[in-house]
Nanobody
Framework: VQLQASGGGLVQAGGSLRLSCAAS????????LGWFRQAPGGEREFVSA?????????YGAAVKGRFTVSRDDSKNTVVTLQMNSLKPEDAAVYYC??????????????????WGQGTLVTVSS
């Protein structure tokens, strides 16, 4: 599985940003695709995950109600993370990841076996 994230940048607090992850590989449609983030000196934190056809969607507590994830498997697989009402604490490197698991009570980095390169999100106060 190959993952390519894009869309990071600088935004003011309260603003919005959209990240995209292009996913490819054998059986990609059976994979849960997710987003994690990692701030400097911090641990990798779960943000969101989505299964094929948007059947199941998961959010981390810190972003629920502000971020929206969606997935398009119609042609190539693309996962989009719409981030609204951004806060300075949302600033981090965001990673797209793939997992063969379909469900998890709490998604952990170890649940994901494929990772894309990160994309930097900076939020100015």
């Amino acid at each position: 599985v190959q993952l390519q994230a894009s869309g990071g940048g600088l935004v003011q607090a309260g603003g919005s940003l959209r990240l995209s992850c292009a996913a490819s590989g054998r059986r990609i449609r059976s994979y849960t695709l997710g987003w994690f983030r990692q701030a400097p000196g911090g641990e990798r934190e779960f943000v969101s995950a989505v299964t094929w056809n948007n059947d199941h969607i998961f959010y981390g507590a810190a972003v629920k109600g502000r971020f929206t994830v969606s997935r398009d498997d119609s042609k190539n697989t693309v996962v989009t993370l719409q981030m609204n009402s951004l806060k300075p604490e949302d600033a981090a490197v965001y990673y797209c990841a793939g997992s063969a698991r379909l469900h998890a009570g709490n998604w952990r980095p170890s649940d994901f076996t494929s990772w894309g390169q990160g994309t930097l999100v900076t939020v100015s106060s």
